[in-house]
């Protein structure tokens, strides 16, 4: 069975992103929450954020809250925050591992499909 992991990169701050809450969302016919999780001192989700029985293929939306986790820090990029919300939206197939990093900065993101 295929299983969904993240983590997230402060690359401004070259260190791991901690206690950023994320939501991962199925997209189907509605939208439906999956999973609610902070990270932790590594910047990872305390476990797969998928597997087994739940890893079903299919679109999902990832979203983590980098502006709340940048104010934390003391890092104002400006009235409203220039990023608030990344959201990443993305298939998969049940019997894979997926991982979804989040290299991130107050300016700017990216995410790949990683190991």
């Known amino acids: 069975m295929g299983r969904?992991?993240?983590?997230?990169?402060?690359t401004a701050n070259g260190i791991p992103?901690?206690?950023v809450d994320m939501r991962l969302y199925a997209?189907?016919?509605e939208r439906l929450l999956t999973a609610s999780v902070s990270?932790?001192?590594?910047g990872r989700a305390p476990g797969p954020l998928l597997e087994g029985?739940?890893?079903?293929?299919g679109t999902y939306e990832l979203e983590f809250?980098?502006?709340?986790y940048f104010k934390t820090l003391g890092i104002?990029?400006?009235?409203?925050?220039?990023?608030?919300?990344?959201?990443?939206r993305f298939s998969v197939a049940a019997d894979?591992?997926?991982?979804?990093?989040?290299?991130?900065?107050?300016?700017?993101?990216s995410t790949y499909r990683g190991s």
């Open 17 to 19: 992103a901690a206690n």
């Open 39 to 42: 990270s932790n001192k590594d």
């Open 65 to 68: 809250d980098i502006g709340a």
């Open 96 to 109: 894979q591992h997926y991982h979804i990093p989040l290299l991130v900065s107050p300016w700017s993101y």
């Open 4 to 10: 969904l992991t993240t983590h997230i990169l402060d």
């Open 76 to 88: 104002e990029t400006g009235q409203p925050a220039f990023l608030d919300t990344v959201v990443i």
């Open 27 to 29: 997209l189907g016919d």
């Open 53 to 57: 029985d739940a890893m079903k293929a």
